[in-house]
């Protein structure tokens, strides 16, 4: 397998990047290979210097870089030898089979759209991270952001993404879905989530086990975390600062620990054609490292596939 990589995304970029390369391949005994995309004369020194295998990589070399805050669209149209660019353009002509990045997430996501399309039957991609439980175990929370405002049928197909998702990669076999609401019993919330219920109640493609509120999410009741985008980000955030809490605190939890988010990597955008993560954009090397693991995951555990069968069938 060969995995795509935009190392001039992030504040760190592309040293980190190069350190969280060095790491993975010094690790992984298989036949993955790495296309380390953006300053070639810059990144062959990186290499070097951290003793890269040179037969593991090979380097694509991007002129141009799209900013942190540079509009999304506009930046792709206009920046076409950027890493981001070229990045999906590999993947799209099939030179690559998955592509990680720390940039401009925007810039990721318009990529994924538009240069590999959604799964067939697809309504709208997502976004999900993975949610640290109190009793050790770990959760998916989606849609985290991409999707502020949902339709009920686009939460049915995230639940069935999620739970797709939670069982290969999280290695949950039957994973519990929860809508996420202000009560438990069945009717309440707003008009979304009145009429997401019932459409989840019958979806024979899940295990839905109705309503879970806010103090569940990290308690061990679902698997799968169902709810728009705009409450999604919230969460994550409140989730987010209690890892920077504790850090600035100096309070060693190992529980806390478990919120930070380099140990996962990246979020991966579910409902397109091919793998494509979206890591932090203060990512060190472990992200990095981490980011291409989940990858790789992702495309031995074909993934992709068993959510189109999912939603099509």
Do not use: W
Not at 73 to 85: F, G
């Amino acid at each position: 397998m060969t995995i795509g990589i935009d190392m001039m995304g992030g504040d760190y970029a592309p040293l980190e990047a190069v350190k969280g390369v060095a790491q993975y391949l010094s690790a992984d005994t298989g036949n993955t290979h790495l296309v380390l995309i953006g300053d070639a004369p810059e990144i062959e020194k990186l290499v070097a210097e951290h003793q890269v295998p040179a037969d593991r990589i090979t380097i694509v070399h991007a002129s141009e870089v799209i900013g942190m805050h540079e509009h999304p669209t506009k930046a792709l149209r206009e920046k076409q030898n950027s890493s981001i660019a070229i990045g999906f353009g590999l993947l799209a002509k099939g030179k690559t089979d998955a592509i990680i990045s720390a940039g401009n997430t925007g810039a990721m996501l318009v990529g994924a759209l538009f240069s590999i399309k959604a799964l067939e039957g697809v309504l709208r991609p997502t976004i999900s991270t993975i949610i640290p439980k109190s009793n050790g175990s770990t959760g998916l929370l989606l849609d985290v952001g991409l999707n502020a405002d949902c339709k009920p049928e686009q939460l049915n197909q995230f639940a069935v993404m999620g739970s797709v998702y939670a069982k290969l990669i999280l290695g949950i076999e039957n994973p519990r879905v929860g809508l996420i609401n202000v009560g438990e019993e069945e009717g309440k919330g707003n008009l979304l989530a009145q009429a997401t219920y019932p459409l989840l109640k019958e979806n024979k493609h899940i295990h839905f086990i109705g309503n879970i509120e806010g103090r569940d999410v990290l308690e061990d009741k679902a698997d799968v975390m169902v709810c728009e985008g705009f409450t999604g980000n919230i969460i994550l955030k409140m989730a987010e600062s209690l890892y920077e809490i504790a850090s600035k605190q100096k309070i060693r939890n190992e529980y806390f620990d478990r919120f930070n988010f380099e140990i996962y990597g990246g979020t991966p955008v579910l409902g397109v054609a091919k793998p494509v993560i979206i890591g932090h954009g203060i990512s060190h090397a472990k992200a990095f490292r981490n980011m291409i693991a989940l990858a790789q995951l992702m495309l031995e555990k074909d993934v992709m596939s068993s959510m189109k069968d999912e939603l099509i069938s």
